[in-house]
């Protein structure tokens, strides 16, 4: 049983493309996570939020509290984009999706 | 700001071998955990404390001891290493209310590189 699912698994975008990863989650949340990590590298956070849309740069997060569904856009996607972004949901302890593995094409 | 710092970066071990890999945090967080990270398995929770002095298993605990010597550091020892312990470790932190609900941002470390021959 899986709380937390993620899609797509895989993504490859032309550099300046849309993109959007999905989350869904089954468990009563107070907040959601977007967390990056680049190959080789540690696990950084990028969004916890709780309630409508949050912005950094050219990436946004929105969620939906009543569907339990959350997405991660980026806009005008870069090769330095590329990476795994992973969404998590706390409880006692936190529940992670399997991961988006981003390509982003020059 | 160190955040959270692991060590060793990596390890190589002989099968049997033991080690501890250490793990600090220096933000007052209650909440201490240790993931590993396996290609095509995500994230997979080994242990975690919900405050210092007290410890639960995870997914996965088998082959694996932990220690929260303090509010700030938290350590996982493997004490007889196996090939299927290879993997990326990662400890993280996070704020919690009384409870034990989770509230504030999640912080990981770089990682600790295990290979197990």
């Known amino acids: 049983k899986n709380e937390v699912e993620q899609s797509p698994q895989n993504l490859t975008a032309q550099e300046g493309e849309f993109i959007t990863i999905n989350c869904s989650y089954s468990v009563g949340i107070s907040a959601l996570h977007w967390l990056q990590q680049h190959p080789g590298g540690g696990i950084v956070s990028l969004f916890m939020?709780?309630?409508g849309k949050k912005k950094h740069g050219r990436l946004i997060a929105t969620i939906n509290i009543q569907e339990k569904h959350s997405s991660l856009h980026i806009t005008a996607s870069h090769p330095r984009d590329s990476a795994v972004y992973i969404c998590a949901v706390p409880g006692n302890q936190f529940y992670f999706g399997t991961g988006t593995s981003l390509t982003v094409i020059p | 700001n160190a955040g959270v710092t692991q060590t060793p970066k990596f390890q190589v071990l002989k099968t049997g071998q033991s080690m501890t890999l250490q793990c600090a945090q220096d933000?007052?967080?209650?909440?201490m955990y240790w993931y590993r990270q396996d290609p095509g398995m995500g994230l997979r929770l080994i242990y975690y404390s919900a405050s210092e002095g007290t410890t639960d298993k995870g997914e996965v605990p088998n082959g694996y001891n932990v220690s929260r010597l303090n509010k700030r550091e938290f350590s996982l020892r493997l004490e007889s290493a196996a090939p299927s312990q290879t993997s990326v470790y990662f400890c993280?932190?996070?704020?919690?209310?009384?409870?034990?609900?989770?509230?504030?941002?999640?912080?990981f470390g770089e990682g600790s590189r295990l290979t197990v021959l």
């Open positions: 933000m007052n967080h209650n909440s």
């Open positions: 993280a932190s996070s704020e919690t209310l009384a409870g034990g609900a989770n509230t504030g941002e999640l912080f």
């Open positions: 939020l709780s309630s």
